[in-house]
């Protein structure tokens, strides 16, 4: 099924590359408006504009890291100026430290935290002032937010407050019909996946552990933030919703 949403706009934290890219292009094919911001990889983020801009809509990427405040503030006063309103912001920039408990430091969870957690919830206090008729703001977690996994524990704790935060929010900003969810992706085969040391074990487990038999893909993901852009979703608030093939029903 495809959705019509032309005309709206929307910022995608972390769109160049991986799940970001996907929900961007997504959000193109229906007409969707797209911001997005990227870290480090420039030729990436040109790629994804260009891609974006071939779908015939207006799109642009902004240099920076959604835990600066002075970054994300100059990524959403372009978004002001270029785009005027947004219908939705979609938190999905994430980075972090995979390492055991005991190996982690003071500086290793105030990264993972700031980049994760504080960067949703700073965006969403940008976003929020421009969004005049309403809207959504969608965060993306992770199934470690609710499931113990090797090397996960900073960025596991990092998603578990992103889904807190949604909840939150969703009470705070429902009255301004501003609807506030989490998608919780199973295991998905991208670049984020090849800095687990364990990453075949967690491929092999998720394969094993699934119903439908597959690794989740970046556009099955970008699918169900497309379900939450539109209208479809109108009095969906305040959840986290699964994509994952069924692997968290199996105890």
Request: neutral net charge.
């Amino acid at each position: 099924m495809e959705l019509d949403l032309r005309g709206r706009h929307a910022v995608v934290t972390g769109g160049g590359r991986g799940i970001g890219r996907a929900i961007a292009l997504a959000l193109a094919d229906a007409g969707v408006h797209v911001a997005f911001n990227y870290l480090r990889n420039r030729k990436a983020a040109e790629a994804t504009v260009s891609e974006l801009q071939q779908r015939g809509v207006e799109a642009f990427a902004v240099k920076a890291n959604v835990a600066d405040p002075g970054a994300l503030a100059s990524l959403f006063g372009e978004v002001r100026e270029r785009f005027g309103t947004l219908d939705l912001l979609v938190a999905n920039a994430a980075s972090g430290v995979e390492r055991d408990a005991m190996d982690i430091t003071l500086r290793h969870f105030q990264w993972t935290m700031d980049i994760n957690a504080w960067g949703f919830l700073s965006a969403a206090q940008l976003a929020v002032p421009l969004m005049q008729n309403g809207g959504s703001i969608v965060a993306i977690s992770s199934l470690g937010a609710i499931r113990a996994f090797p090397y996960y524990t900073a960025v596991g704790a990092s998603k578990a407050a992103i889904e807190s935060l949604a909840r939150h929010l969703a009470v705070e900003l429902g009255p301004r019909q501003i609807r506030v969810n989490a998608v919780s992706p199973g295991v998905v085969e991208t670049d984020a996946l090849t800095h687990f040391p364990n990453r075949e074990e967690l491929i092999a487990g998720a394969l094993a552990r699934t119903p439908m038999r597959r690794l989740l893909t970046a556009e099955d993901v970008a699918q169900t933030v497309l379900f939450l852009a539109s209208d479809l979703s109108r009095m969906v608030t305040g959840s986290t919703l699964f994509v994952d093939g069924g692997y968290q029903t199996l105890a």
